[in-house]
């Protein structure tokens, strides 16, 4: 191939000639694409001339034959570099494009500014960004089209991902405009391969790119055509239908340029979508429920359940909550107030929702003294004394010995059935301790409110501190994991050279025991693998689809590197100033009161500070048979589907049906669609309570705010952790978020759960979607002391990292700050 070639001459293989642009017209003309005529000057020519800034006599004479051969016409010329239209890049608008070029002389100028701009400030940053090393730049030299109308045509929706949505962009003119976004375009949305416009919108089109004596100039619009559709359906549907043809060819969705002259299609331009997200569905509006005699709550085991549900795991969940919480009616007020149908765990819209009925609740209210009694008793017969000695050595045995079993069965060829059953007793022991952590938290709850009030009304003196610093300072399992981590980052810090290793060494390698390193690499892991073994198990999440920290313990490396570099405080001094603040206040506020009332908060205080840590100590066990569950469906996916996690998007009966040796029609497509179905769900927030009604809403709405949709500049919610912080927001989604986090950012979540009390030592406040004064982030926040504002409804939805808020956690609210310009 010499420095000039027609483009028929190449093809997909030929980026190192012809450059990526090249490459792909080529690769179009063969295939029988209507495609404008035109040349590639090669690489070559680029690799002989451009070190001396001008066109050499071989080159000039190539070119100028080729431009001949082409009949001289007005032409585009436009830059091709051997790292542009690529799958892992598209280098789009990197490099220079001159249209309506006329002359030897104006070609020859427009080839060379083309080589220069490999070279710019711009495409020299961009190619270091994404590590591009090397580059050389063709020119591909086209008759010019004079178009009516020009545009870019996605052929997979990249605001959804949906591979069947085309989208079209479309502007009257040329298409400079368009690509450069200089002008507002029509948006049209074609479904296939049915044809169908889904969705249209037609802009006011107030100037547009057309030719001039050389090159191009911007004019305004006519009135009649500026907000008149550039296409109609079955124009835009036919472009769409060539998209189609054009992914067909390149094998992936691609991003078009097209231009239209005399009511014919040409392709100037095709790269692949280099970022597409996976499909989704259109996000859920109707939530309306299935029993109206019925109100639906997401409150409790909910806060541990922010996304949509995977289906295995919401079919398996429902029955087992369903019987957990009968087993818990029956021991509270008896056989027969609470039936089977009172009471259940179903999703709407793919969330989960406590569903009661109106019946069973109205008897369970007529049955409850005997409930009460229990629950707010201490000692023996009280909740507190069955959950130490019972709920939660039971549970343990249960994963124990599921363990154990699993351990002598490793390798073995246990049926498939028999793996999700043992996946089922499993979840059945972990609802079933969870049932029995959820009679502990009444306990904590009204003692805490029992003493704010009082202290408040009697003993509270002007400038007093809040009741809650009465409850700090204890130690629980997210502290106790916190100080370990903390331990482990001082010893590091105390062997010579291992800080710089721990820092500096890829997570994969530091914990590979297979690597071989230093003695005190070898003890290092030694101490890190039995702070997993301890509080590994801490989940996130406890749908199925998420790790836990012993599986991917990403984060807890950060947390020990943020310790080693000296950031944060000492876990034990903060715990010592707490306690010290505690007793402290405890002494003042009780030497203000007579003996009468001081008898009275003091029977109060030690009973609230008896509970005060009990909701985090039982909550953090209730993942104990997680890391087992997750193991054992992995073998259950492999074995069924050939694919680790496949089989959580199936119903309960479908994997049996597997497991019997049956067969799932259209499985793999059925799959697919239930992803869609989950990625359009989770863009939305949820209704607290169900039905919406103004009456459930003013009833609940102090301790579980129903709030899904906030307008305006400030978000309400529920005051979890006093204190007010001005500061940047991080949105986390989860742990493959946390590496992100920046010390003095604000902490907003769904929800968080003391698997992410590591994220604490560095926020500047906390906000969440999910959750009450009682939940996780308003504990651990409070510890922390820093603000905390709870159960917004929206807060990750219309927050953005990176926004300026303030967090008022006394008034529980969040104020943000208004859109910069």
Known sequence: ??????????????????????????????????????????????????????????????????????????????????????????????????????GDDALLDAVRRCWASLFTERAVAYRAERGVADAAMAVVVQEMVEADAAGVMFTANPANGRRHETVVSAAWGLGEAVVGGLVDTDEVVVRLPEGTVVSRRTADKRVMTAYAAEGTVEREVPDDRRRAPVLDDPSVVELARLGARVQECFGAPQDVEWVRRDQTFLLVQARPITVLPPPEADPPTDWSVPDPHAFYARASIVEQLPDPLTPLFADLVRTSVSRSLQALFRELVGDGVVGEDDVDLPTVNGYAYYRYSVAGMARLMLHSGGAFRMLLTRGQGGTEHRWRTYAHPRYVAAVQAASAEATAEEGGDLPAAALLDRVRTLLDAGTEYYTAVQTIIPLAAFSETFLTWFYDRFVKVPGGPPAATFLLGFDSVPIRAEKSLWDLATWTRGQPGLAETVLTTPVETLLDAGDEGPTDLAEWRRRFAAHLAAYGHLVYDLDFANPVPAEEPGPLVDAVRFFVRGEGSDPYLRQ?????????????????????????????????????????????????????????????????????????????????????????PDLAAEVERRQEVWRGQRRVTPPQLLPQRPRLDRLMGRFLPAVSEQTGDVLDGLAGSAGRVTARARVVSGPADFSSFEPGEVLVAAITTPAWTSLFPRAAAVVTDIGGPLSHSSIVAREYGIPAVLGTGSATRRIRTGDLVTVDGDAGRVELAPAQD
Do not use: C
């Open 1 to 102: 191939m010499g420095v000039v070639g027609s483009l028929e001459e190449f093809g997909r293989g030929d980026v190192a000639l012809a450059g990526g642009k090249g490459a792909n017209l080529g690769a179009l003309v063969r295939a029988g694409f209507p495609v404008p005529p035109g040349f590639v000057v090669t690489t070559e020519a680029y690799r002989a001339d451009h070190a001396g800034g001008t066109l050499g006599e071989p080159v000039r004479a190539a070119v100028l034959a080729a431009y001949a051969d082409l009949g001289r016409p007005p032409v585009a010329v436009r830059s091709s570099a051997t790292a542009e239209d690529l799958e892992g890049a598209s280098f789009a608008g990197q490099q220079d494009t001159y249209l309506n070029v006329r």
């Open 576 to 664: 010592q100033g707490l306690a010290d603040r505690r007793e402290h206040a405890g002494i003042a506020a009780l030497s203000g009161v007579g003996p009468l009332r001081g008898w009275a908060f003091r029977r109060l205080l030690a009973w609230a500070q008896a509970n005060a840590p009990l909701r985090e100590d039982a909550l953090a066990d209730v993942g104990l048979a997680w890391p087992l569950m997750r193991r054992l469906l992995h073998e259950l996916s492999r074995r069924l589907l050939e694919a680790e996690d496949l089989v959580l998007w199936l119903r309960e009966a479908e994997v049996r049906t597997l497991a019997a040796g049956g067969d799932v």
